[in-house]
């Protein structure tokens, strides 16, 4: 079965410790997306990517990074500097053109300690 | 004023009613426009695209109104199952970059 594969489900982070949140995908998709939810809030955008080697940052981008060394996958790190990480993270992908919607992994949950 | 706007409800409607929500959108540019579930605590699915003569999917019907830049959707004979937020996504008017921007979400509660 074709789809996106969020790991892990649960993820708890320390002070001062860096956290990766896994994102694959066999959708053949080129874009790859992002987003942050938070309680009562609408999913913003962390960081999207449109080719292998390529990324731009989404509205909420501080505190994070990713890489995109393959089609596949596009992994996220929570840094140290992300002040307010507690939140549902989301992982997209789509065909890169204006009117194809996104399709969404089931999301990792990030607390901290 | 936010991108996009929709009331979060809760609506509370018994079985087999008929709901609409509505929502609207900031940017006159925005091309792409969709209707996304989402249950508690899990990921957004795509309900349906919504197009410019409006579409139908079963029980659900999306309309678009660009002239006054909003987006409905109609559930007819809801279910129990029918339970969820739903949320309203707009392209945010760049057609080489496929930014969705979400509203907050409607939450719809059907009882028996």
């Known amino acids: 079965d074709g789809g996106i594969t969020q790991s892990p489900k649960y993820l708890f982070r320390k002070e001062g410790q860096n956290v990766t949140l896994s994102c694959e995908q066999n959708?053949?998709?080129?874009?790859m997306y992002w987003y942050r939810q938070d309680p009562g809030q609408g999913l913003r955008l962390i960081y999207y990517s449109q080719i292998v080697n390529d990324f731009q940052k989404g509205d909420i981008a501080e505190g994070y990074s990713v890489s995109r060394e393959k089609k596949e996958s596009f992994p996220l790190t929570v840094t140290s500097a992300q002040k307010n990480p507690t939140a549902f993270y989301l992982c997209?992908?789509?065909?890169?053109?204006?009117?194809?919607?996104?399709?969404f992994g089931d999301g990792t949950r990030l607390s901290i300690l | 004023r936010k991108e996009v706007e929709q009331d979060p409800g809760p609506f509370n409607v018994p079985e087999g009613a008929t709901v609409a929500f509505n929502c609207t959108y900031s940017?006159?540019?925005?091309?792409?426009f969709f209707w996304y579930r989402q249950d508690c605590r899990k990921e957004p699915k795509l309900l349906m695209s919504?197009?410019?003569s409006g579409n139908e999917d079963g029980r659900f019907t999306a309309q678009l109104n660009r002239a006054s830049q909003y987006i409905s959707l109609l559930i007819r004979d809801s279910k129990l199952s029918d339970s969820a937020t739903y949320l309203c996504v707009v392209n945010g008017g760049d057609t080489g970059f496929q930014k969705l921007v979400f509203g907050t979400g409607t939450r719809l509660l059907v009882s028996p």
């Open positions: 959708l053949n998709h080129d874009a």
């Open positions: 919504v197009y410019s």
């Open positions: 940017n006159s540019a925005s091309q792409s």
């Open positions: 997209a992908s789509s065909i890169w053109q204006g009117d194809q919607p996104q399709h």
